[in-house]
């Protein structure tokens, strides 16, 4: 029933399109590092793709709120200024909602890879302490996405107020 309600606010929610980008598939603060002259270099390229660049704010996002400080969500408003103000893109495409909406959606990528072990153990055919350990993980994820959704559904009130 979550997980339907988690992809319930999803569909209700889905952002503005946004112009198709590089997408690092990984972007997070272990995998940027800076150079003798102080210029960032980003590693760890092997999930990049053409997508949507609030993908990467997302799973950042997401990153951030596991792994502090969270970088993000500490002045979202903040954020998403100088975004906006280094990328061009509008205030349609990058705010608050839809970099919830992309930390959401980003957190169903590890969570999938969760269910299919967990499914996969279930059915025997497969037996690992690594699955095992992971799945506790799922538990945390469903505070995550409800902290988030919480969050959320308050601005919007709040907004509507």
Do not use: K
Request: charged letters at 15%.
């Amino acid at each position: 029933p979550f997980m339907r309600c988690v992809g319930a606010w999803l569909e209700a929610n889905r952002p503005a399109p946004a112009p198709l980008t590089l997408v690092h598939g990984d972007f997070q603060s272990s995998n940027m590092l800076l150079d003798q002259q102080g210029e960032l270099c980003l590693i760890d390229w092997e999930l990049t793709h053409i997508g949507d660049p609030r993908e990467d704010l997302g799973w950042f996002g997401l990153v951030s709120i596991i792994t502090p400080p969270d970088v993000i969500g500490d002045n979202i408003e903040d954020f998403c200024s100088i975004y906006r103000e280094l990328t061009g893109l509008s205030e349609t495409v990058i705010n608050p909602q839809s970099i919830t909406y992309f930390t959401l959606l980003s957190s169903f990528r590890v969570f999938a890879g969760i269910l299919a072990g967990a499914s996969a153990m279930d059915a025997d055919l497969a037996a690992s302490t690594a699955i095992a350990y992971t799945i506790l993980i799922q538990s945390s994820v469903h505070g995550i996405w409800e902290n988030i959704l919480g969050a959320s559904i308050e601005a919007a009130e709040l907004e509507h107020a």
